[in-house]
């Protein structure tokens, strides 16, 4: 019994990781033929533990059933890309101060320097994007340092970073008339979201 349950914990650490992976992936470029193939033909249920993300997960593969690679790939850039002010703002001090590279970034750099991480030179986004925050939390997840990837540094991570503003980027995401297929991932987004706070919260 107590190994059934320590398999049980294991499975739930790596989708929670995988899902963040995913959230990352999506997030941070226009999706590639082979990730969305995947998502299309994926299994509509919840790839991690909790019903309330199986009726959420089930309409991205139907939202990715219901639009092709290429609207998908033009979705992603009407929203997030152009030249100069997108659609809607993936980085965090948007939402959290008004105005990017605010003070909510710096806060995240110290955190960020405290766990070891830095950003790759290659990436050419501050930390604060959505996609970068998806990663650090991956990483505390299912990274080898129990030092550093372990639930205490989730939790801190999570409560100082992830929650205060993933939120709102979600809904406006969905609120935007041109969203299809990323409606669908900003809800499952939100509701993956809510369930990692509920999860947290039980810490207490």
Not at 40 to 54: D, H, I, R, S, W
Not at 100 to 126: F, H
Not at 165 to 172: L, Q
Request: hydrophobic share 50%.
């Amino acid at each position: 019994m107590q190994a059934q349950l320590a398999s049980s914990a294991l499975d739930e650490e790596t989708a929670r990781a995988e899902v963040y992976g995913l959230l990352a992936l999506l997030f941070y470029a226009a999706p590639s033929a082979l990730l969305y193939g995947r998502l299309q033909v994926a299994v509509t249920q919840a790839p991690a533990a909790g019903a309330l993300l199986e009726g959420p997960w089930h309409d991205v593969v139907a939202a990715a059933h219901a639009c092709s690679l290429t609207e998908a790939r033009q979705e992603f850039d009407a929203l997030f890309g152009g030249v100069g002010k997108p659609e809607v703002y993936l980085f965090g001090s948007h939402y959290l101060s008004g105005f990017l590279n605010e003070k909510p970034l710096a806060a995240l750099r110290n955190d960020i320097a405290a766990l070891g991480l830095a950003r790759d030179d290659a990436m050419p986004e501050t930390e604060d994007h959505v996609a970068y925050l998806c990663e650090v939390m991956r990483y505390l997840i299912a990274g080898d340092d129990v030092e550093v990837a372990n639930l205490t540094r989730q939790r801190t991570f999570f409560v100082r970073h992830v929650q205060p503003w993933f939120p709102a980027m979600c809904e406006a995401v969905a609120q935007h008339p041109r969203a299809r297929f990323y409606r669908a991932l900003a809800v499952f987004t939100q509701a993956f979201i809510s369930v990692e706070t509920q999860g947290f919260d039980m810490l207490d």
